[in-house]
Each structure stands twice: as structure tokens, then as C-alpha cells.
């Protein structure tokens, strides 16, 4: 979660070379945040229970629901945040070996993009 946040942090310094990924970081950013607070909000429904198992209340269904639900949003927020960042951050064309020290560049052909932004897929 915190590299979800750190990345749409990076993303949004660099908003001017990348613009087709600053929606899809706030995306993720803004689920991973919602995934730790129903998970909070979940562990303080189930803490009372003390081991004993009872029906779940509605409100308790609804953060439970809401937890996984998000988490697949996040799951697929982040596959679509990669597949975009890997389409529109390619390195420039030549040998294998060489490809770590030539600039990014955008798939129009900019060269303007900061080696600083990463996606590990």
C-alpha cells in the first residue's frame, strides 16, 4: 500500500511528462487508502468477538464486502496502472546491455521523461 502511495506521489511531480498515468496513480492511491481504512474498520468489528463466532450484522457485512471488493479494485487498478506506465514509459531503442543508460522516453517519442519514475510489474 505504501508503495502504491509513494508511486502516485512520483507520478504526480513528474504530471507533465506522464500524463496518461496521473489518473490511474490517483486511482490506485485513492483505493489503497480505502483498502486500510475498511481493513481498520473491519479488525474493529471482529475485536469484540473474543474467539466466539456469532451472524454478522449488516454494517459488519457491508465493511467486510466493501474490504474485498476493494482489494480487487486495487488489484486491477495496479495490472492497468503497469500495462500503461509499460506502454507509455518504454526505454529508447538499442542494445540490451546499453538500455539502462539511455533516457525514457514516451511512446509519441519525448525523451523529456525522468529516469526517476520506476514500475516494478
Given at each position: 500500500?505504501?508503495?502504491?502511495?509513494?508511486?502516485?506521489?512520483?507520478?504526480?511531480?513528474?504530471?507533465?511528462?506522464?500524463?496518461?498515468?496521473?489518473?490511474?496513480?490517483?486511482?490506485?492511491?485513492?483505493?489503497?487508502?480505502?483498502?486500510?481504512?475498511?481493513?481498520?474498520?473491519?479488525?474493529?468489528?471482529v475485536l469484540p468477538l473474543g474467539g466466539m463466532?456469532?451472524?454478522?450484522?449488516?454494517?459488519?457485512?457491508?465493511?467486510?464486502?466493501?474490504?474485498?471488493?476493494?482489494?480487487?479494485?486495487?488489484?486491477?487498478?495496479?495490472?492497468?496502472?503497469?500495462?500503461?506506465?509499460?506502454?507509455?514509459?518504454?526505454?529508447?531503442?538499442?542494445?540490451?546491455?546499453?538500455?539502462?543508460?539511455?533516457?525514457?522516453?514516451?511512446?509519441?517519442?519525448?525523451?523529456?521523461?525522468?529516469?526517476?519514475?520506476?514500475?516494478?510489474?
Amino acid at each position: 500500500m505504501l508503495y502504491a502511495l509513494v508511486l502516485a506521489v512520483r507520478v504526480q511531480r513528474h504530471k507533465q511528462d506522464v500524463p496518461a498515468l496521473v489518473t490511474w496513480s490517483r486511482f490506485l492511491a485513492g483505493s489503497a487508502v480505502a483498502q486500510v481504512v475498511l481493513g481498520i474498520v473491519a479488525l474493529v468489528y471482529v475485536l469484540p468477538l473474543g474467539g466466539m463466532s456469532r451472524p454478522a450484522g449488516f454494517y459488519e457485512a457491508v465493511v467486510r464486502t466493501g474490504h474485498q471488493t476493494n482489494a480487487a479494485l486495487l488489484l486491477a487498478s495496479s495490472v492497468v496502472f503497469a500495462l500503461r506506465a509499460c506502454r507509455h514509459l518504454r526505454v529508447g531503442a538499442g542494445v540490451q546491455g546499453e538500455a539502462r543508460d539511455r533516457p525514457l522516453t514516451t511512446a509519441a517519442g519525448n525523451a523529456s521523461v525522468s529516469g526517476s519514475l520506476e514500475v516494478v510489474a
